[in-house]
């Protein structure tokens, strides 16, 4: 078993604890916080040993009923590989701490490509991944464009991608996030890092990003165009992705045109949290003009896609699983993801 460390139990981290615990190959032996609160009290009620980085808040915890294994580096020397879901920016401070303890460690998207020198998606660069000491999972946003252009690419090839993304302002319990009424233009600049960020899992693919931020918290939408090499029809675009365990096609039938019906539609599915872990792309906005011209909408739930793509680092890391076809099948299976159809 692949005894796995979840530094940072938030809206991310408490995702991957629970995917981790569904695997049968792997077991989490710690989860950390940094003051009490719900998402303690829910680390408590599934059982994960839980850690916290300042052993002087202890008491706090104690007087909460929360019971303290010890300290974020005691967690970080009982693992095999750390999940950093520390928010943005505090991941990077953590590495001399993995680097002490010669433990392997995942960074989520919020920190900087070189963090860890190596980005991944597993339907991308699984095999890269294999036996590294250091891995960065992109964000969610470059996670949805890398499974879909990795796709297309890998068919007809791609000459050029011009993305939009449309922004959730905060996560459903980020009461402190907005905006309340603006669509904020983040950044104002062209490109947004999504462009970049796609580059470091796939150099050779020319992308151009843009990025808003509007006042909903459930997904994130895109606009994504690519300029083919070689022509291609709807049907066959639409044939591969129903091949592809990890994008998921809104039907017409459905009704679903908006992020509010498709949150819906998950959490009626009975999927935890009502987590999308796939694209949930759009079947009726898939266009192929001129025959090389391809457009389509896609949501992306940004609390869930990363999650199944953190569980292949982890993985790809250990070394046991050298295919990514093997692993993304482990891992889909063991959280119940089928994509929508
Ligand atoms: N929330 C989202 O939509 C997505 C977030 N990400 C990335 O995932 C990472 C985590 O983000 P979230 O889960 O949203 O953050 P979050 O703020 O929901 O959770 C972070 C957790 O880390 C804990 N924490 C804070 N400082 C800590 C420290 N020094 N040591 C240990 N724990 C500490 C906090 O108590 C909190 O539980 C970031 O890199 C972010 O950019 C990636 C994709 C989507
Ligand atoms: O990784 C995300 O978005 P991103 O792909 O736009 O950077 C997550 O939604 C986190 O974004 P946030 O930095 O607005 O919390």
Redesign the pocket.
């Known amino acids: 078993m692949i005894k796995v460390a979840v ?7 408490k995702r991957v604890a629970d995917a981790v615990s569904a695997q049968p190959d792997m077991e989490i032996i710690g989860v ?4 009490p609160g719900a ?1 303690a009290f829910v680390a408590k009620e599934r059982g994960y040993p839980l850690y916290i ?1 300042d052993l002087s808040k202890k008491e706090a915890f104690d007087k909460a009923g929360i019971p303290v294994a010890g300290s ?1 580096e005691e967690m970080i020397q009982k693992a095999d590989i750390v999940v950093d ?4 920016g ?2 990077v401070g ?1 590495k001399a701490l993995y680097e002490k303890y010669g433990k392997k460690a995942i ?5 900087d490509h070189e963090v860890a020198g190596f980005s991944f998606n597993a339907s991308c660069n699984y095999t890269d991944a294999i036996g590294r000491q250091y891995a960065r999972v992109v ?2 946003n470059t996670t949805g464009l890398c499974r879909i252009i990795n796709l297309i690419d890998s068919a007809f090839g791609v000459k050029k991608v011009r993305a939009t993304m449309v922004r959730r302002g905060g ?1 459903p319990g980020d009461i402190k996030r907005g905006p309340i009424d603006a669509i904020v233009l983040n950044p104002v600049t062209i490109p947004s890092h999504h462009g970049p960020d796609v580059q470091s899992v796939l150099p050779h693919i020319n992308i151009v990003t843009s990025a808003m931020i509007v006042p909903t918290t459930l997904m994130h939408m895109h606009f994504l165009n690519m300029e083919l090499k070689n022509p291609a029809t709807k049907e066959q675009v639409i044939e591969l992705i129903k091949a592809h365990s990890r994008l998921g096609l809104i039907e017409k039938s459905t009704g679903i045109t908006s992020t509010a019906q498709l949150k819906e539609y998950t959490s009626d599915l009975l999927r935890p949290r009502g987590d999308l872990w796939e694209n949930g792309i759009f079947k009726d906005s898939i266009s192929v003009l001129d025959g090389t011209d391809l457009y389509l909408f896609q949501a992306i739930h ?2 869930a896609d ?1 999650v199944v793509e953190t569980v292949d680092c982890i993985r790809a890391m250990a070394g046991d699983v050298k295919s990514a076809a093997e692993s993304i099948a482990i891992t889909n299976k063991a959280v119940g993801l089928t994509a929508i159809r």
């Open positions: 530094n940072g139990y938030g809206t991310i981290g950390s916080k940094t003051k998402e980085a974020v879901a520390t928010p943005g505090v991941g953590n960074w989520e998207g919020g920190e964000s969610c996560d940004q609390e990363v």
